[in-house]
Each structure stands twice: as C-alpha cells, then as structure tokens.
C-alpha cells in the first residue's frame, strides 16, 4: 500500500510536470526563436514522457497486486472462519448468502484498496496544480481550490443514494441466490411433489423484482459515471475560457495559457480518480457491511477442550437430556420417534455436544469435558451429511487402519452391496462432490456406512433410511442391530421398520418424553404413538433410485410439510 501511494503520487506529480515543459517550450524556445532552448524542452518533454510511462507501469502492477493478495487474504480468513462456525453458519445464513458473501462482495472490498495509490496521488497532485497556479494567476488558483471541492459536493447526494439502493440489491441477491440453491437440492423432491412448476414461477418472479431493483441500482451509477466524466469536463472548460480572457487581456502569456490548459486537463485525471474512488468506496462498504457481519457470527460456546471442568466418564454410560427427560441406556439400541423432526434435530444437538446444554453423560455435564475425546466417541450421523469428491473407498476409508474387509462389512450392514456392484469400478469408482451420480436413497446408505466405520461408542443415527424402500429399510435395521450390539445406538426416526429393532422406544411430544417402551408396546397403548408412526408406515415407500431425501432445504421442506 506504501508502494501504491509513492508511485501513485510519483505518477499524479508527473502528470503536472509536462504542462510546465511545455509552457517553457513554447516561451523561451518557439515565441524566442531560439532552437537550441527548443531542443532541450523538447527532450525533457520526451523523458518525462518515458518516465511517466514506466511509473505508471509500476503503479498498475501494484494496484493489481494489492488487489488480488487482498483477495486472496480474505478469502483465506473467511474459510477459516466459516470453519470454526461450525453448525451456526447454516442455521443463520443460506449457502447462496455465503456464496454471494466470498464471490463479489470480496472483490469489491479488495478493489477499494486499488484506490489508495492514485487517491493519495490525486490529492498531491491537485495541492501541486493549485501551487503552480497561484504563480500564474491566484484567480485561477482559486478557480481551482474552489471548484473540485464543489463538483465533490455535487456528487455527494448521488453517492448516498447509491449506498441504499446498493445495499437493498445485494441483499435481495443473496436471498434469490440462497433460493435457487434450494430449489437445485431439492429438485428430486419437488418434481416428485409436482411443485416443480410452482417454485419455477416463483422464482420467476422473484428473480423479475430483483431485475427491476437492479435497474434502480443501474440508473445510479450510470448518472454518477456521467457525472464522473462530465463536471470534470465542463470544469476545464470554464477553467481554460477564463485563461483565455486573461491571455487575451494580456494577463498571462501564451505559453501561461498553454500550461494553464495543461494544468487544468492533467487535473482531470486526479478529479476522476477522486469520484471513481468515491463510487468504489460506497460499493465497498455495501460488501464489508455484508463480509463483517458474516465474521461476527460466534461458534456454539460448547466448551474450552482443553481445559476440561470434569472428565469423560472411562466407561459406556447413559446419556440424559433433561431438556426432554430422555435417559438412553448404554449398549442398547434405542428408539425416539418424535412428532416434531426439528425436536429431533434439536435432541440430536444436544446429545452430541453442538450446543451448550444441561445434557449429561455418566451423570457429569457433556459441555465440561474433553471436546475432542466428546467428538471421538459420540457421532451424530445425520442423513444428509457432505459426501466429498474421490473414489468410493476414499469416502469410505475414514481411518487408515481400514481395509477391504471393514469396508464390505460396512457396507452390507447399510445395504449398499448393490450401490457397489452397479458401480463400474466398484470402490475404485470416482464420485464427484456429493456423489450426486448416485440416487438418494444410494448417498444415504453409503453415508450410514461411513458412519458404522468410525465405530463410535454412541451412534445418533437421525432418519437414515428416509430415502429407501421398505424392503431395504428391514434388512438394514436387522443388519443395523446385529452390527451395533453391545454399543449404545440412538435412533431417531418414526419408521416402524427400525423401532421395531429398538430395545426401547421413547416417544417424544410436545418436547417432552410421554412414554417409553418397546414398539409393540407403544403401539397398542399409546394413540399418538400409533398415529405417528402409521402415519409413516402407511404411506406407499420411496423407491430408492428415485427419492433424493425427504428432507429438503428451504422451502422444499415447506412443501413437503
């Protein structure tokens, strides 16, 4: 940025040395007729001219340096960042938001640095032709003391305007993008709903008042880039009428009224740059109104993991949520089969140490201890977790004491051997970022594999056969029980197919646990249970080669409820 500045200034101040060449030129060698001084101001002209070219080589290249490291640096502390949020970030902000967010609002902040060095230039710059004319003629020093400040007031209310309709479009951009990322995840689901057509259209016109917002935007800075371009203009024009009036009235000399002119139009150059900065700055602090506000979002306060209040107790032991009075047993498989899914999600949150809560394990509270050895032995696996580009087996190996053996283990135990089988290469297959070759019920079983690979001694499984048939489902939670014996495994769906593998089932409503015991039991004494689990079984089963999950973001869940 010093770099900037000096070779900015170096290259404003060049720009002012020429009229004076010029003047000397046309006094003491053209009205003198004395081809000897000609020669020399000639040759300075010529210097000068290489000079100012080199500076300004040197002065873009840095500009350009400093923008693409400002870049650079910023996206580096953003993904950091985003990285130490954690689950926060999706529950504040949309991935199209985010998106939006390290795309252009990055590149305009970093473009507001670029203007350090000709903006400290063009100050210098206007103080050095102010100077220079009050030797000529302090009327014309005036002039131009007096003027830039005005054409800056002038664009004053247009930059104000420009900074609300700014920020009113980048936000609604960031909401049509967040939208659109929706309806792209959720596509399966939607086509399958019929709602297909009705996001379309409202999208449509979503995207149709955003264009209409983009022209307001467009009609500001169009007039202020006229405006850039025009005052300038029209203030040399008045600047070099009143220079001719007074070389007229023999004020000045001609080659005064030539350095005059050369003054006048070489501060056209700072002047824009001050009103092109100005532009630029207002659209800067729209996006760092944006990047900020975005890096004060704070992870969950889930504990100092490495200085622990209590220990992780060295056993299995159960696990309680007093929140909704659910106490799970160690080395059981049990169900929760909540009428809420966001209770849940929620419970899952807790129990697996997302946020700060009351959530205790072997009767000490889980925020106090160890996060790292929390994070080791309890896995939340949710249904539709990331699933990275790489082979199959990269996917899967996520340990490298992991072999072939494991994996087909694994995999049989999710039911995935066909998803294997119908691969061309089977493990050795590449699958791009979200695997989105494979069909959504093939994603969730090889997400459930992946995650009966960590061997966790606590396994939260949230709804992970919600995109298979009823046939796989069976073999899954068969499988599923047999795999998980002895280990404590948390179920949370209402399919009937899976609680009825549960040792023991908690029904959850309203928050709270109304009643446990097994399936059968619940089904025959508890009507609400009954109802909320018919509910589920009595549908006609997604197919899985068809069913992206029945869990969309956005307003795909709106449609599916």
Known sequence: MLRGSLLGTAWMAGLALRPYLIAKAVDDGLRARDQRALLFWGLAIVVAGVVQAWLGVLRHRTTNFIREDATARSAAVLLRHLSRVGAVLSRKLAAGEVATVGGADIGNTSYVLT???????????????????????????????????????VMGPMLRRLDRVETVYRHRLGLLTARAGDIVAG?????????????ARRYADRSRELLAEGYRVGAVSSWIRALTHALPGLFLAVVVWLAARMA??????????????GYV????????????????????RVAARRIVALLNLAPDDVGDSDHAAVPAPPHPAE??????????????MFGVAATDPAEATALADRLGRYVVSEATWGGQRLTGMPLAEVRSRILVADHDAYLFAGTLR????????????????????ASADDVVEALPDGFDTELDNRARRLSGGQRQRVRLARALLAEPEVLILLDPTSAVDAHTEARIAERLRAARA??????LSTSPLLLGYADTVAYLAGGRVVAT????????????YRALVARDGGAPAPDAGDVATTRGPGEVEEVLR
């Open 115 to 153: 203007i350090t060095g000709p903006g400290v230039g063009a100050v210098v710059a206007y103080a050095l032709v102010a100077v220079v004319l009050w030797t000529i003629s302090p009327l014309l020093a005036l002039c131009i003391l007096l003027g830039v400040p005005l054409i800056v007031a």
């Open 265 to 284: 139009a070489v501060l056209a150059v700072p002047v824009w740059f001050l009103l092109d900065g100005s532009y630029q700055l207002i659209r800067g």
């Open 394 to 413: 990269d996917v899967l190996r996520i340990r490298d004491d992991l072999n072939d053996g494991a994996l087909r283990a694994a995999v049989r135990t």
């Open 248 to 261: 007229a009235d023999g004020d000045i000399t001609v080659g005064q009224l030539v350095a005059v002119y």
């Open 319 to 332: 696990l309680r949520d007093p929140v909704t009075g659910l106490t799970v047993p160690p080395g059981r």
């Open 517 to 528: 015991g097994t399936h059968a039991e619940l089904l025959e004494r508890e009507p609400g």
């Open 486 to 491: 002895g280990r404590t495994t948390l179920l």
């Open 187 to 199: 596509l399966r689901v939607l086509a399958g709903v019929g709602g297909r057509g009705l996001f």
